[in-house]
């Protein structure tokens, strides 16, 4: 199905210029016949740029925030409007009006979205030479943050061209944030909720190496970083509780068995018990809490465990391989403590990874259209 009459551009925007007349007249000219334009709370001295729009095309339908909210408010409010007033519609494909993001390459989009029923994310090439180096920079480290703790590979974190199926809208209306965090969210609500997405390709227009943008840089890159990072902060916390209930049990245990067990027995049997526990406590903390996997809990219980002794046994050989290479006696307790240290940073890390991707990994499809 290829019907652009049921897809409606989404274009929100704050204090625009002529560029915004620009990028109208270009999606009206592609063939899209609805668009719905977002005043997010503009200056008295740009309203007409919206109000000149509306009079002119009958194409476009005008919402207005009082004040402004923000981006993610601006696009919830059109995801919003679209459902109630649309109820016939395929999706919506969000644009900026900063002339960005050519009519052609919102057009490839909006079918490809119409063909497979797919999110589709119009990325662009980073490492082309008119890519101011903040937009380059950010990209790639944002990038390698949603890889490394989110387990997505996303090409162009950053882009404001999405087509999104009607189907996924009902989920992102209820995604938070109201700023340019909610497009991080965005991102992530897809990976929790098994949304498959596509990528195509399109133009790296930069306009006055993207002076136009609303973009904090130090404000609104935290509130992005620190959604990317939960994961592996509640990862962190849960192990810390899993080690506390380890450590509490064998102390506990200890206590209550120290007149019915002797040597060998009364360590090992604390020992192995408080481990036992303490490691299905992290699995469903980790499952339920820092995951978020709806996946088979035997499978998953299964990989876990299958993980688990192969870490200790690394752990084991990468330390005591570490104090014989380079030759650490039991006298250097301060470096043996170091290399220790050292060794159980990276293989937590790899296990988070190792966790997120294969333990507790979800059904999610990236398919990447040229």
Not at 62 to 82: D, E, I
Not at 140 to 148: C, E, G, M, P
Not at 166 to 187: P, Q
Request: glycine fraction near 6%; proline fraction near 3%.
């Amino acid at each position: 199905m290829n019907d652009l009459t049921k897809v409606s551009v989404v274009l929100p925007s704050l204090d625009p210029d002529e560029k915004l007349t620009v990028v109208i007249e270009g999606l009206i000219q592609t063939g899209f016949t609805d668009i719905i334009l977002v005043n997010d709370g503009s200056k008295p001295e740009n309203l007409h740029f919206f109000e000149e729009a509306a009079a002119r095309h009958r194409e476009i339908h005008l919402l207005h925030h009082p004040v402004n909210r923000g981006k993610g408010a601006a696009l919830k409010t059109a995801f919003s409007w679209f459902l109630e007033n649309r109820p016939q519609g395929l999706g919506v494909v969000t644009v900026d009006g900063d002339n960005q993001h050519s009519p052609e390459d919102t057009l490839a989009c909006a079918r490809q979205m119409l063909k497979n029923g797919d999110v589709v994310l119009g990325v662009r090439d980073f490492g082309l030479p008119q890519v101011p180096f903040r937009s380059r920079c950010g990209n790639r480290i944002t990038s390698a943050v949603f890889k490394i703790f989110c387990g997505m590979n996303i090409s162009d974190t950053q882009t404001g061209l999405r087509a999104i199926p009607a189907s996924a809208l009902s989920v992102f209306v209820k995604v938070g944030g109201d700023r340019f965090e909610y497009e991080t969210n965005m991102l992530l609500s897809m990976k929790e909720h098994n949304i498959p997405f596509e990528e195509v390709k399109c133009r790296t227009i930069y306009i006055e190496e993207n002076k136009s943008s609303h973009f904090r840089v130090f404000r609104d890159s935290w509130r992005i970083y620190k959604l990317l990072l939960a994961h592996f902060f509640r990862y962190t916390l849960s192990s810390l509780f899993s080690a506390v209930v380890d450590e509490g049990l064998f102390t506990l245990l200890s206590w209550l068995l120290r007149g019915s067990m002797t040597g060998l027995l009364l360590t090992a049997v604390p020992t192995v018990t408080a481990r036992i526990i303490s490691s299905l406590f992290n699995f469903f903390m980790n499952k339920r809490l820092v995951f978020r996997s709806k996946g088979n809990t035997g499978k998953s219980m299964a990989r876990y465990y299958m993980l688990a002794v192969p870490q200790l046994l690394l752990q084991l050989l990468l330390t005591h391989g570490a104090f014989l290479l380079f030759g650490i006696g039991e006298e250097k307790t301060g470096l043996r403590a170091l290399v220790y240290a050292v060794v159980m940073t990276v293989l937590f890390v790899v296990s988070f990874v190792i966790q997120q991707r294969w333990v507790f990994r979800t059904q999610q499809t990236l398919r990447e259209v040229d």
